[in-house]
């Protein structure tokens, strides 16, 4: 008695987890909210065993309670036989349709258990595709940018639906951001984009997002050392005592921020 939410990744089918996909393969029903996510799906799921949910595209939210409470009705009796799961794209708990279907089983069928199976996000995915590090001791902030909106915070940003890409380029870097874009990464439909000139993707896609960093952002990095000894002729790796002890001794401290788990046994060497 239980339904799922399965995060899919971004888009491509070689990014869901495997226990992702375990549930999707031993599911009763697949729901899946929209056509892209269905595709996703589908590379584990017979369309026999997919179900739609359909959705308005609308901002009234006495419509949405509606449809919302209509899903629901149609997942709870399916979970109440079985296992169900509900698919969305990334993960399902960041900025996700699955967080209306959660809060409207826990209102109208609470007997049903829910677990979600995590996914890979593009908050995260993103950082691979750009080539960019987020480097320990980073702030980052997750923000919207819809309609050419162009919120600032930390150094770091990721912004999240980017429908006029020039007018909120324009706000970013006259608050001192470098800017670059990326739309459908990692999805089998439409093309993939990485650039930093709003013009290339000033037509509207949902699936577009951007990451702005302020030029010299962040504390430099332990083994950024690494570089400036590989060019200086004098230095050596594995000879000097108190250099490489220096380095060892930084990259211990940062592994501990970051909540590595220490060796066996439980000592640091
Ligand atoms: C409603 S949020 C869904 C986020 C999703 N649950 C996740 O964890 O990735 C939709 C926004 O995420 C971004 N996004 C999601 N998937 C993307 C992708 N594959 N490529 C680029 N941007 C993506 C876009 O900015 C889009 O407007």
Not at 31 to 52: F, H, K, N, Q, W
Not at 125 to 141: K, M, Q, Y
Not at 146 to 171: N, Q
């Amino acid at each position: 008695m239980t339904l799922y939410g399965v995060g899919l990744g971004p888009g491509e089918a070689e990014l869901v987890t495997v226990r992702g996909k375990r549930v999707l393969e031993s599911a009763d029903v697949v729901y899946s909210p929209g056509r892209l996510s269905r595709s996703v799906a589908t590379e584990y799921v017979p369309a026999e065993r997919i179900g739609d949910l359909d959705f308005p595209m609308t901002r009234d939210e006495e419509k949405l309670r509606r449809a919302w409470k209509e899903a629901a009705a149609e997942v709870a009796p399916r979970a109440r036989e079985g296992e169900v799961a509900f698919v969305t794209l990334g993960d399902p708990n960041v900025y996700s349709t699955f967080g209306h279907l959660r809060r409207t089983m826990a209102a109208f069928h609470e007997d049903i258990d829910v677990e979600i199976v995590p996914g890979v996000s593009a908050v995260t995915a993103f950082a691979t595709v750009l080539g960019v590090e987020i480097p320990s001791g980073s702030s980052l902030a997750l923000r919207e940018a819809a309609g050419g909106h162009s919120p600032t915070g930390p150094d770091r940003m990721v912004l999240f639906k980017i429908t006029d890409a020039p007018a909120t380029h324009e706000g970013l870097v006259e608050a001192g951001y470098e800017v670059t874009y990326g739309r459908r990464l990692y999805m089998e439909q439409g093309e993939t984009v990485v650039t930093d000139d709003p013009e290339e993707i000033e037509d509207r896609d949902y699936y577009t997002l951007a990451y702005a960093e302020k030029p010299g952002a962040g504390e430099p990095q332990a083994t950024a050392k690494f570089a400036a000894e590989e060019q200086s002729p004098t230095a050596t790796t594995d000879g000097g005592q108190i250099e490489g002890g220096e380095v060892a001794e930084l990259e211990r401290s940062e592994s501990l921020l970051c909540g590595d788990d220490p060796p066996e046994g439980g000592e640091w060497r």
